[in-house]
Structure formats: C-alpha cells, structure tokens
C-alpha cells in the first residue's frame, strides 16, 4: 500500500484513497461553473509524486523533503496542449501558482518551465494505481473569452486551482482529524427570507420617507425575480439599501439556486456595521465578517459557552475558504484574491462562483486597477454563474469600461428606476460653494458652530486645523489615531451630538462612509465629487433638523478650497479629482444631480486614460499570455507571482507600529498582548487581534521614530512605540519631521 500521510497516532491514509477523494471533491467545487472534468483531473494528479520510494520512505521512517507535485504537473501536460493549463495548478498546489518562465529554464529557477525539466524521483509506481490512459482531458476549456484569451484563461487556472488547494486541504483536514471537524452546515435560504421579511415587517410604514424606502424594496423584490446578470442599485443616503440590497440578494439566490451573499464594502467601519445588521437577523454563525481587522475571539463570550465556541470555530474555520452563507469583505480582501498565487488566499475563490455579489459603495472601486477589476467581475458574471450589484448613491459611469463583449450579452440594468422622485425625498442638504477659505478664517467660522463636521484632504490639515478650534468641545480624527483610539473618539463625538451638546470635528475622509454621525452643518475641502457627496452624508443625515421655529430645514454642506500650502501638497491622486470637480462646481447649479454626477465620472475615466485604469499593465500582461504561432501548439506563460505581487490595492509602503493605548488607562488587554507577542512562539493571532491598535507610518517617518529612539523592535518587523509621550490622547502620533504632508487618511 501507498501512503498519503500518517497521523500521530499511526493510522495512515492510503494514497489512492487521497487522491480520488480529492479528484471527487474539487468535482463537485468546479460543478458550479460547469468544469468538473479539470478540477476531477487536477485532484486525481496533484500528489503522484508521493509514489515514489523517496516520499514512500519519508512518511515511514523519516527523511529529507522531497519533491511530491511535480510529478503530476509532468504527467497532465501529456494529456493533450490544455494540460499545461493544470500543469500550473498541480506544481503550485503547496508552493503557490508559479510564473511560466522561459525555454532556457533548466529545472533550477522557481518557474514552471523549470519545474517541467526538473528531475525529479521516479513515480512509475503510481500508474500501478492510477490508470492514467483513462483519462479523458478537454481539449478547451468551456468558458466564453471576454476581450482575448489571456485574461479569461488565466482566470481559470486560478478558480481550478481554488477547487484543488480547497478540496486537499479539506480531504487532508478529515483524515487528520478523524472526521472531528465541522465544516458544513445545512443552510436554509428560505428561513433567512422568512426573518428577513419578519424584521422589514415590523417597521413603521408611515410617513412620506417610510412609504419611499418600501418602495425601494418592492423594486429589489421585483427585480430579484429576474435571470443571473449585472445590476446597479441607485439610492440616496438613508434609502435604507443595506436590507434592500439583502432582500434582492436573498430573494434572486432562492429564485435562481445561487449558494451565497457576498458583500464587498470600501471600509471596515461600514463592513462591521452591516455585519452587526445581517447578524441580528440571520444568526451570528451565517455571517462571516472577513478583514484585516477583524479578530474571531470577539465573538467568544467571557463564560466561555459552547454555542459561542461553535461559532468561533465556524467563523475562523469559514474564512479559510468562504464556505457560509454571507460573507461580508472588503475590496482588499475580495480583488486581491482574485489576483493572488499563493493557495491560502485562492482557495477561497472556487466559492465566489454562483453567488449574488454586491458591492457596497462602488464608486469606491479602485481606479488605479479599475479596468482589471472591471474584468474580474465581468468574468464572475459571464463565465462563473454569478450575479454582481453595483450599490451605491452616487453611481459611477461604469458601462464605457465593461467589456463590449460583456454588455453585447448581458444589459446592465437599474434596479431601482426613476428615481429622480426618490431622490427629491431624501435631499436633506443644500451645498454652499464658499471658493478660498484660509485656515484662521474657517477656524473661527467653526468655533462659533455649535455642532459642525470640517473634512479636509490632508492629515496635516486636519492637525492645524483642530490646533486653531476651542479644544473642549473639538475633536481631531486621522489615520495617526490607532483604530481603537478612533472608536472611542467617534463614541464621544456621536454621545455628544446625540444629548446635543456643542461638537466640533476636524477629521480627514476617514469619516466620510460608513461612519454614523450627524452634524447640522458640514465643510469639505474640495475632492473628487463622490467624496463630497459621502461627505453630505454625515449632515442632516435623519432629515429631522428645524429652525427656531420647528420647520423642517435642509442641512448646509459648505464646499472650499483650501489655502495654497496645504492644497499644492495634497497626494497627486486627489489633483484630478479635485480640478474635474472644480468645473462641476462652475457648471452645475445642483453638483448631486444625476446629471452631474455622471458627468464627473465620464470625466474622470476620460481624463485618467485607460492606462490610469491600469497602471500595473495587469490586463495586458495576462493577455499576452497566449501565444499563437501558425502551425504550432499555442503556449500558456502567464506569470502569476508577477501579477500577485502587483496587484496591490494598498501599496505596502508603509510601516506598522503597535500603540500601547489605553482610554483612561483602563485597557489591560493591550499590555497582555504585547507581552505575548514577546514570548510566545506562535503570534499570527495576536497580531491580528492588536489590528485595533496598530497604525502605518511611511518610512521617512518610521526612520526619524527610529532615529530619535521611540520605537522597541519586539522582533521581526514588529516595533512598538515605547514612547506614549508623543502619543496625544486628541490627536494621536505626533510626528514632528515635516513627512507625509500629503498623507489624506
């Protein structure tokens, strides 16, 4: 007998075993976009390499590591010229998706080329288990090529690796544990709808807004009715989208046999936010809360009960592969993945596919890699069985950059049409356009406010501003707060405006969505017009502001410039946003008209040029990599870890530093934490749960930390701030070097 692996306790998993139940797997993964024949073939090939003597005597007596997936990478690409398509899966399926390399590899380089040529060690005895002849490969694959090949076969690699990495991971998780895992749950789509519709039906229906907002329902409703496709969703701020969108989701899952929800939301405020709301109505195990931030022992209860250790367990074993009924992620988190290599971030992929994808917020899309996303979710759309809804109160021109052969097959329609009406109902803010406003002059027009929101571009800005308001009622927020200090600073801010005490903030963008606050009066220093109209929604946001005499009012947005200094130094991103915005102002008597917005945006992609929408070249790079010669066999080289290592939406240019705070020197956890991270051997958990005091710093700011002895280097890249002096409790990091002027979060 061949042997897969051995547990501690000696019992061994027969190879033949392995492989099938792998093969059988990744079949059923791949069913949901209609690829069952690839993903069976890469599960039954991925650990040939096991049979030989070698490996055999490793998993029995011990030895040195010796090459296991090779082997089968050699043996698919015989199969006929799709095999080298797998040949990327199989070779990867530990060390991640290789780049092809060139012909002159010679088995050495970490290429897949190389790995073709590699010697390797003798596996003849698999084909006495394996009998390979029978297998049956397609010759092409089934999907529809949106633009050339390049893109849409690179893409498939990636969702076949998904089906393998997952399906032996798990296979591997049940042998090791003896079947003690729990991964799958029953889940029952027609009971979230019945406490859906539980929970919308207990809400007031009176009143001109309640009666619009279950309007907005019933046209989700409706349209969930409707096929598979591209939708957009158009409703103003407090048109109560987040359990409308749900609603269509859950509704068009049942209606056309999807398997989940996934949510992808710019930040992580919003993302908790909906998380909370979805929770409460489905059930905390049905919901999984996927980002940086997010530490899975907050879901555990401090008496340690059984039902709270299943969810833990759930959630924390649900992010390894998204296998729960929603999901709720961040743009990071979903489009890195779809670009990634490495097989802890792909394996999630295979479980996108069929599933209603909405995305919250999507004018927040990112523009430098716009185009490549676009391309993404066209080929969720047309080729992997999903639905996709563009969510968002400002709706981006994006029909120009969807592919022509995307919108030839599939219309992309409005959800929510004339709603013009709708938007009339919730205007609650009126814009006043101000021009220059120098700092001292819009310091004292803030401090005779009494509840009043300034946000401007710059973290430099906000400091000098907040230093020039009356500090007793005022409040700074930038990204040189850690996230814990900004969450109590925001519970202040909203206590205050709630018992409608004075409050005045001077904040950068980072309060701009998914922050639940409410000021009468707003000022915003000029940006791209979609930041403005995020910023809108923080003022008069419940449309129950009145005047001395109890009438309904419109709340004021207060839109400047600000003075030279602090606007020739704003980050070069924001300066054509910020000057195609200016003639928006010029134009348009109403800059929030339909009008308006449509035109900012048609602007900005023009303006930008294609390649601004690709400015790693991503699209190109995976394009070219088909080649097609007359009379020969066309060759694959697509250069995954090339691209993985490219597409990244948050440049990794920055330098995290863990800040001991404490509010009011009450919080323990953080000292506790940080003594573990001292001694203890295993430390990704307590990284992940010090995110809420963690914050980025560029290097010429890290370097003068270091120079001027603030910072303890605990161990590998990990430093914390030992010097809390320069720390404030209004204004957090206080760097004095003149760096990162145009940092604008």
């Not at 076949?160 to 798990?170: E, H, K, Q, R, T």
């Not at 005490?501 to 017009?529: N, W």
Request: charged letters at 25%; a neutral charge.
């Amino acid at each position: 007998m061949y042997i897969a692996r051995k547990r501690e306790d000696g019992e061994v998993q027969p190879l033949i075993v392995h492989l099938q139940s792998t093969a059988q797997i990744a079949k059923t993964f791949a069913k949901a976009f209609n690829e069952e024949e690839y993903a069976y073939i890469c599960g039954l090939f991925h650990d040939l390499g096991k049979y030989s003597e070698e490996f055999q005597k490793r998993i029995t007596s011990g030895g040195k590591k010796c090459d296991h997936s090779t082997a089968g990478a050699k043996e698919v690409v015989k199969l006929n010229g799709s095999g080298k398509l797998l040949a990327y899966c199989i070779a990867g399926h530990h060390s991640g998706l290789l780049n092809a390399g060139f012909h002159s590899d010679n088995g050495n380089e970490a290429t897949l080329n190389a790995r073709l040529k590699k010697e390797i060690p003798d596996y003849k005895n698999a084909f006495k288990e394996v009998n390979l002849s029978a297998v049956y490969l397609p010759k092409v694959p089934k999907i529809k090529p949106l633009t050339g090949l390049g893109f849409s076969l690179s893409f498939f690699i990636r969702m076949i690796y998904s089906c393998l990495v997952d399906a032996d991971f798990l296979d591997t998780e049940k042998f090791m544990t003896d079947g003690k895992v729990n991964r799958k749950v029953n889940y029952n789509f027609d009971l979230f709808l019945q406490k859906l519709n539980g929970k919308l039906a207990s809400f007031d229906k009176k009143g001109r807004i309640n009666e619009v907002r279950n309007k907005i329902l019933y046209e989700c409703i409706k349209k969930a009715e409707l096929e598979r496709g591209i939708f957009t969703l158009t409703v103003p701020t407090g048109g109560g989208k987040t359990l409308s969108s749900l609603a269509f989701a859950i509704n068009h899952l049942i209606k056309n046999k999807m398997d989940r929800i996934i949510y992808v939301i710019p930040y992580t405020s919003i993302i908790e936010q909906n998380a909370k709301i979805f929770e409460d109505i489905l059930g905390k195990g049905n919901v999984l809360e996927h980002h940086s931030n997010f530490d899975f022992s907050s879901v555990k209860d401090d008496n340690e009960n059984n039902d709270e250790d299943d969810v833990y367990n759930i959630l924390k074993l649900s992010s390894e592969n998204w296998d729960i009924p929603v999901i709720v992620t961040t743009n990071v988190q979903f489009f890195e993945s779809l670009f990634a290599n490495k097989s802890s971030r792909c394996r999630k992929l295979h479980n996108i596919s069929n599933s209603v994808i909405i995305f919250d917020e999507a004018q927040m899309l990112p523009i430098d890699y716009l185009k490549p996303c676009i391309m993404a979710i066209s080929e969720l759309v047309i080729n992997y069985n999903s639905t996709v809804v563009l969510c968002t109160a400002t709706q981006p021109a994006l029909g120009d950059i969807f592919p022509k052969e995307v919108t030839k097959k599939i219309k992309i329609q409005e959800i929510c049409e004339n709603n013009v009406d709708i938007k009339s109902v919730f205007r609650r803010t009126k814009v006043v356009k101000r021009g220059v406003l120098d700092l001292q002059s819009l310091a004292n027009e803030i401090n005779r406010k009494h509840q009043v929101l300034c946000i401007v571009n710059t973290r430099k800005h906000a400091y000098e501003l907040f230093s020039k308001l009356d500090k007793e009622c005022s409040y700074h927020l930038s990204t040189l707060m850690c996230p814990n200090h900004r969450r109590d600073t925001i519970a202040e801010i909203k206590d205050r405006l709630a018992k409608g005490q004075t409050c005045r903030v001077a904040s950068t963008r980072l309060i701009e969505a998914g922050v639940d606050v409410d000021f009468p009066f707003v000022y915003r220093s000029v940006a791209g017009l979609d930041s403005i109209i995020q910023a809108a929604g923080r003022c008069n946001r419940e449309g129950k502001l009145k005047d001395e005499n109890g009438n309904l009012i419109l709340g004021e947005v207060h839109v400047f410039t600000p003075e030279s200094r602090f606007s020739q130094h704003q980050p070069n991103s924001f300066k054509g946003p910020i000057r195609i915005t200016e003639g928006i102002i010029r134009r348009y008597e109403d800059i929030f008209s339909d009008e308006a917005i449509f035109d900012y945006f048609k602007e900005l992609y023009e303006v930008l040029g294609e390649e601004s929408l690709d400015i790693k070249d991503i699209c190109k790079e995976l394009e070219s990599g088909v080649y097609i010669r007359p009379g020969k066999p066309v060759e694959f080289n697509f250069n995954f870890k090339d691209i993985a290592d490219k597409f990244k939406l948050i440049e990794e240019d920055t330098y995290p530093i863990i800040i001991p705070y404490t509010k009011n020197g009450q919080d323990k956890k953080v000292g506790e934490l940080i003594n573990s991270l001292r001694y203890s051997e295993y430390i990704s958990s307590v990284i992940q749960a010090l995110q809420g005091y963690t914050i980025n710093v560029y290097k010429s700011e890290f370097d003068w930390l270091l120079g001027v002895d603030k910072l303890e280097h605990i161990r590998k890249d990990i430093f914390i701030l030992k010097d809390m002096s320069i720390y404030d409790n209004k204004t957090g990091l206080r760097i004095t070097k003149e760096s990162g002027i145009g940092i604008y979060i």
